[in-house]
């Protein structure tokens, strides 16, 4: 399994490139890059001269990567938070690695207006809406006050108020 | 991704660390500096502690999400998109599969 968060604070830093260069690193198993991977991408690194390394390089290198595996999970978290012109070339480049490898899964989230550029290169994705469930707002909130600094402003009828209101209001999220 | 034993943890990264100390080739390092300056690494790791126990397990019940993560030969529904609001709790979804 190989994931990625993109931070909106470092947007210019998640590139398609950055994106699946981090994917990559984290599908050397223990960190050993395999051999013939590992032979490819020093020569591409030589052969570059201190350029960055190319994203039609990169996909290569994970598809040949990901056929050594017995079935590799990525997840991409953020993706509204990545420039429209990265994400693009992002599920371009994962749809290529799709198509080369099919048991591959791919985990994404973002925000709903994101849905459109997903659908555009995947039409049958998978979609789940997510909204905070009651039962996690209550889950939530007891560990809270179970951690109380200050239990005795607390009393039995102040606890209970919590415990109704708060998940009412956060579950129309 | 459930597959990822709490057991194995421990020992994967005992073994991970020897591997780096001991038998990585030299170059490794500069190669996968090369790949990308991020690291995410880091990341899941800060978002793990603040995860209650419980919370958002709902997903992994949910009959969409199993569909996706067993139906390995369907290409067509390779990706699953979660989506939501600023704070709903995206990225802590995408951390109830993960080991801590």
């Known amino acids: 399994m190989a994931s990625l968060y993109c931070d909106f604070l470092y947007e210019e830093k998640h590139s398609a490139t950055n994106i699946l260069g981090a994917i990559l690193k984290q599908l050397f198993a223990r960190d050993v890059i395999p051999e013939p991977v590992r032979q490819a991408l020093h020569e591409k690194m030589v052969l570059g001269g201190g350029r960055p390394v190319q994203l039609s390089d990169l996909v290569e290198m994970l598809k040949a990567t990901i056929a050594l595996l017995p079935g590799v999970f990525i997840c991409i978290d953020g993706l ?26 791919v985990f994404l989230t973002g925000e709903p207006h994101v849905r459109d550029d997903i659908e555009r290169y995947f039409p049958e994705a998978i ?22 600094p200050t239990p005795t402003a607390m009393d039995d009828i102040l606890r209970a108020d919590i415990m109704r209101v708060i998940p009412q209001n956060i579950s129309q999220m | 991704m459930q597959s990822f034993g709490h057991s194995n943890t421990t020992y994967g990264n005992v073994t991970s660390s020897f591997n ?13 500096e090369w790949l990308s300056p991020l690291t995410p690494e880091g990341r899941h790791q800060s978002v793990q502690p603040n995860r209650v126990e419980g919370v958002g397990d709902w997903l992994l019940q949910n009959n969409e999400f199993r569909e996706w993560s067993r139906s390995q030969a369907v290409p067509g529904q390779a990706v699953l998109f979660c989506y939501g609001n600023p704070g709903v709790g995206k990225t802590h979804i995408r951390s109830v599969g993960k080991p801590p």
Do not use: F, H, W
């Open chain 2, 20 to 32: 780096t100390t001991v038998n990585e080739p030299d170059g490794d390092n500069q190669i996968k």
């Open chain 1, 127 to 148: 979609t789940i809406p997510i909204t905070p469930t009651i039962r996690d707002i209550e889950m939530y909130l007891k560990m809270r006050l179970d951690q109380d």
């Open chain 1, 80 to 105: 509204d938070e990545c420039l429209q012109k990265n994400r693009l070339q992002l599920l371009e480049s994962l749809q290529e690695i799709i198509r080369a490898s099919p048991i591959t899964r």
